[in-house]
């Protein structure tokens, strides 16, 4: 039996950030992962520069690809405008394996499945035990199925059906795209050109949405690529995206329970505009990581429910 003071399931920006704070404050704890890292993570990879300041670092000094973009290309229902805005994209694979290797903690690579209560904490798959237990691992998380009872009555309440690629492209258009609600699409597609030759595409919408037009993610997409091959922003590449779903922020149900405590996607907390998850589960994970440092109660309120006001330059 490995025996630490808090065991994080899910080696993502959440427990990632968890795991930073924790080390930094000297407690004992360990992150299973079911991946080894480095891992990939479908993902547009578009941080806003809060994202630096909540982890205390300068951009300059951020080891991987940083794309720094002064300003957005928008199509809002077809009316076109630009909108200045400092924000950044990094590559998923290699940001979470910098994240985490910055933590600096033991990782497990096992993926998580049975938790039980015990009389002083949680024992995961007979083989983890810890007084606190952190959930960090995404939409599925176990810790969320397990020692958390909230599910709404309506599973696709703010539920988003995203699907993406990233891929090495010779791109000519340098600048963010962002086309919203493009031909009734109950969401938003993008392109975001990266730093070292990469290409992130891919549109996100919501379920419901989607549901209520009798549309499916997949005729979107397809509409999609021939807009971005017409545009000639990206011609003759063979795709083959994956698919992931995750919800939007809801109403805030209770982040902890006894000491077991949710962060990042596995609490729900993207934005309801832009459906920006990584942010929230940085600063989700630093304040969970307080939290039981601390013994104070563990509030979200602090986390930005919406991202434009980061994209309007009112808030970092
Ligand atoms: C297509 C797409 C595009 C997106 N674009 C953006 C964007 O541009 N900007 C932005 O801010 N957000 C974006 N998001 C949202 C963002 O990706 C998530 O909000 C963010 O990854 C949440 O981080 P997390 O650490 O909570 O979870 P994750 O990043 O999902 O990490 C969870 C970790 O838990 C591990 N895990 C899962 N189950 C288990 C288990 N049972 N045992 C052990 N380990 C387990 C996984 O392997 C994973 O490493 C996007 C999402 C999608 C789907």
Known sequence: MIRTEV???????????????????NVDCLVLDRSPFPRSKPCAGWITPGVFDLL????????????????????????KFHLPARQYAIRRIEFD?????????????????TIEKTSNGYRVDGQFEAKYLVGAGGTHCPV???????????KSQGLILAKEEEFRYAFSDDRCHLWFFEEGLPGYSWYVPKAGGWVNVGIGASAAGLRARGKTLNEFWERYLKKLEKLGLVRGHPFSPSGYSYYLRSKTPTPSSGNAIL??????????????????AIQSGLLAAESITSG??????SIPRYSF???LGLRK
């Open 97 to 113: 394996a910098w994240l985490l290797h910055l933590a600096d903690v033991t990782l497990i690579q096992h993926q998580a499945e």
């Open 309 to 311: 006001p980061s994209l």
């Open 144 to 154: 969320r199925r397990t020692c958390f009872s909230f599910e709404p009555a309506d």
């Open 7 to 25: 065991i994080i399931v899910g080696g993502g920006p959440a427990g990632a950030a968890c795991a930073l704070r924790l080390k930094q404050k």
């Open 263 to 280: 962060v990042g996607d596995s609490l729900r907390l993207a934005t309801k505009d832009m459906g920006e998850g990584i942010r929230a």
């Open 296 to 301: 104070k109660a563990y509030s979200l309120a």
């Open 56 to 79: 205390q670092i300068q951009s300059e000094d951020y080891p991987h690809s940083l794309t720094r973009f002064e300003s957005f290309k928008i199509s809002l229902r077809g009316f």
